[in-house]
Structures are given as structure tokens and as C-alpha cells.
């Protein structure tokens, strides 16, 4: 009897916009993932490019619209997230894979309706009265999940720009953080890596000695209280504790500067980074 191929584990890498514009950082992501690849790991790569959106924005004499943080994506910023995200930074970030002898493929949510989306309600801000509608901004309802297991299964590495497409074909801003965890979560992947410039959790951000080697719920909480974590970083360690929750079995805050980051992870030495458990 022959005897079904076994399962190569899954690893899924999001990637900011700042790393991606540096590079330096992006020969460092291709390097470790082309690591990754080389021990018979699967990978798929998420990004985003918010840096690269407002920096074409100033050159074009759009002005850049946020509110708490969250851009409004109306139809000439949506113009602008389209020729950014799923061109510039894409094109680059393959680019940098393959010289590192990565079989990258660059796409988008659109492609193949990979990411399917809802145009997201108006929504209140913190203050509980202001009702804002953010555009042409979409909320996540679905992954192609054989469409990626094709890729995968052909040897290729996805790299999807942060685009959604609804039903009807209209294409949609999508949040990178929330969409790494749908990903995550409907593949069944083994290890999630939040790519950052920072590259871990530190207790102070000007002592390099404080890194966090490895935080659970509890101590999430506590520092949350604290405020040393804080800002955009609340939300990311919230959705990974979801998912590490529903069993993924490991996830990782670090950076894609050094050398070997991401090979530590797969076997869980914590020389770098920070490590998430429930």
C-alpha cells in the first residue's frame, strides 16, 4: 500500500509596510523565509504598505485622511492603496524573495476572490457619538483555502497585498492584522510570525535587555494595564491569543533582521523575539 504524503507544516508571516520599504529588512525576510522553505516548511505571506500609501499620496497631492489611527479610504485613496499595495510593495517584496531563491507568487485578495470582503458599517469612534463611515473599506468574510493549498502544493510561496473583493466584484482596503488571523485560522497553520521593527515585546523599549522572551494571557493583561503594550500592538496580541486559543499551535512577534529569527521559531529556542501562549 502506498502511503499518503505527509503534511508539511504551515507557517504564516505578516508583514508591515515599514519593513517592506526598507532594504535591508526585506533581504533579511527573504533570507529567513527562504530558511523556512529550505526545512520543508510551507509559507504564506501576508502584507500590508500603509507607509508606501501615504508617501504616493503626498507625491500625488492627496491628503491622507485618518481618524484614530484608521485610514478613510475614499475612492482616490483606494486608487492609490490599489497601485501601492498590490504593485509597488508586492512587486518589491517578491523581487526580494526570489534573489534569495524563494518561488514566490505575488497576488492580491481580488485574485481569485482569494479574500472575500463586505463593505465594513459606519463605525463609532471612542467616544462612543461619532459615527464614521470609513469607504471603500472591507471587512473579511471568507479565504480561498483551496486556492492557497493549490499554490502551496505546487511549490510556491503566496504573497498576498491586502486587497478584498466582494461578490459583486468590488475591491476593498482590508485591515492586514485581522486578515493574517482569518488566514491563519482557516488553513490550520502551525506557527504565526508578526514581522515587526521592533521585533518583540520589551518591557522598555530603550533597554534591548528587557525583551520578553515569552508572555501568556495573564501577563498580557498586566502589561496592557500598564501600558507597555499599547496602541496598534493591543489589538495584534488579542487576535493571536483568539487564535492560539483555537489551536494554533505557535506565534511569534520578531523581527526579520537577524539571521536565523526564523528557524528559532520553528523550534521554539525563543532566542528571539517574543512568544505568545494562552
Not at 55 to 77: F, V, W, Y
Not at 244 to 261: F, M, N, P, Q, W
Request: hydrophobic share 45%; with cysteine.
Amino acid at each position: 500500500m502506498i502511503s499518503a504524503p505527509q503534511k508539511k507544516p504551515l507557517a504564516v508571516i505578516k508583514v508591515g509596510g515599514d519593513i517592506v520599504s526598507d532594504a535591508n529588512q526585506r533581504k533579511g525576510l527573504a533570507k529567513n523565509i527562504a530558511a523556512l522553505t529550505k526545512a520543508d516548511w510551507q509559507v504564506i505571506v501576508l502584507h500590508g504598505g500603509g507607509p508606501q500609501v501615504t508617501s504616493l499620496q503626498k507625491k500625488l497631492g492627496i491628503q491622507a485622511n485618518k481618524i484614530e489611527g484608521r485610514r478613510i479610504t475614499d475612492e482616490p485613496a483606494l486608487s492609490v492603496v490599489k497601485q501601492a499595495i498590490a504593485g509597488e510593495v508586492n512587486v518589491n517584496l517578491v523581487s526580494s524573495l526570489i534573489s534569495e531563491g524563494v518561488n514566490a507568487f505575488g497576488c492580491h485578495g481580488a485574485s481569485g476572490k482569494l479574500i472575500t470582503a463586505v463593505k465594513r458599517p459606519p463605525m463609532l469612534l471612542t467616544d462612543n457619538k461619532t459615527l464614521v463611515d470609513f469607504g471603500e473599506v472591507g471587512d473579511v468574510t471568507g479565504i480561498n483555502t483551496q486556492l492557497l493549498r493549490n499554490l502551496l502544493d505546487v511549490g510556491l510561496v503566496p504573497v498576498i497585498a491586502t486587497l478584498g473583493i466582494s461578490n459583486e466584484g468590488r475591491i476593498f482596503n482590508i485591515n492586514a492584522d485581522t486578515t493574517v488571523a482569518k488566514i491563519t485560522e482557516m488553513m490550520a497553520a502551525d506557527l504565526l510570525l508578526l514581522v515587526t521593527g521592533v521585533g518583540a515585546i520589551f518591557r522598555d523599549l530603550n533597554d534591548k535587555s528587557s525583551r520578553i522572551k515569552s508572555i501568556d494571557s495573564v501577563e498580557i493583561e498586566k502589561l496592557v494595564s500598564e501600558k507597555v503594550i499599547h496602541s496598534g500592538m493591543v489589538p495584534k496580541v488579542y487576535e493571536t491569543l483568539n487564535l492560539l486559543r483555537k489551536g494554533t499551535d505557535r506565534a511569534v512577534i520578531l523581527s526579520a533582521s537577524e539571521d536565523g529569527a526564523f528557524i528559532s521559531a520553528i523550534h521554539n529556542t525563543k532566542e528571539y523575539g517574543t512568544t505568545l501562549t494562552v
